[in-house]
């Protein structure tokens, strides 16, 4: 390996693991994938494999290490990392955990790497955790879409990703790579409210709920229940507090429950299935997300002072 430094041997991890992948960045709106595998980590106490190392992945001029100084004298900076994990859950699979902040550098070399260890320690499956905004209020529930190199898991998860041209994050383009040297790939992407800034509890979630289906790994999902109450209390303070906010979430409403009715009707499905996408959301008909973050935050910095 070029890069990936391993403190242990890998005949430690276990038969038939499975990758997991979880960076921070702009595919992780709401600390959706980032949350939910600090989820994982508690559930199931990690054992460190190994790590990269920091000086070839990141740009320090853009993610500055943080430094305390305490009466004049300095602390030890707090060097970004991506970290490689074993969690074994009861039941299931081993997890081979790849976290930390999305490196700036040597994205193909990491992937190279990661494609090294998964032969090294059998793995030939990939589940990428992430979350993106999207044209979704937050009185309903998250959209789930899913990317995979299989046509059937594809077929078994639903809510294929929409053809569309994005910019790649670190996380996509592992998965293509990965995808490329054989392995099944399955990424799970969480749309989220596009107007929210900070913590959404549900993102991450919606991504264990599917992650222990899919996998069979049991994971408690009641510990979010708090958190999310409290967040979609906040929000719809903040709503109610500001009229511009509240009429762009009841368009929102009625877009999203307009598409739900819409497929319902064209797919036989039940209630439960959401709509996957922007439909026929115009940019005219999407409100600007920057302005309802700004309202939003406005509204409740004045509740705090």
Known sequence: MDLLQLEMPLDVVGDDPVLVVAFDGWTDAGEGGTAAADALRDAFPPTRL????SDALFDYRDRRPALEIDQGLLGSPDWPEVAVELLTPPSGPPLILIGGPEPDLAWRTIAADVAELAAGAGATRYVGLGSVPGPIPHTRPVHLIATSSDPDLLERIGRPHEQVIVPASCQVALEAELRDAGLQTLGLWVRIPHYVAGEYPEAARALLEQLSSHLGTPVDLSEFDEDVAENRARLDVAAQGSDEVKEHVAQLERIYDAELEAERLATG??????????????EEQLPRADDLAAEIERFLQGRKE
Not at 50 to 53: D, K, L, V, Y
């Open 269 to 282: 499905t039940g209630p439960e299935r959401t709509p996957d996408g922007l439909g026929t959301l115009s």
């Open 50 to 53: 190994g790590a990269f190392p």
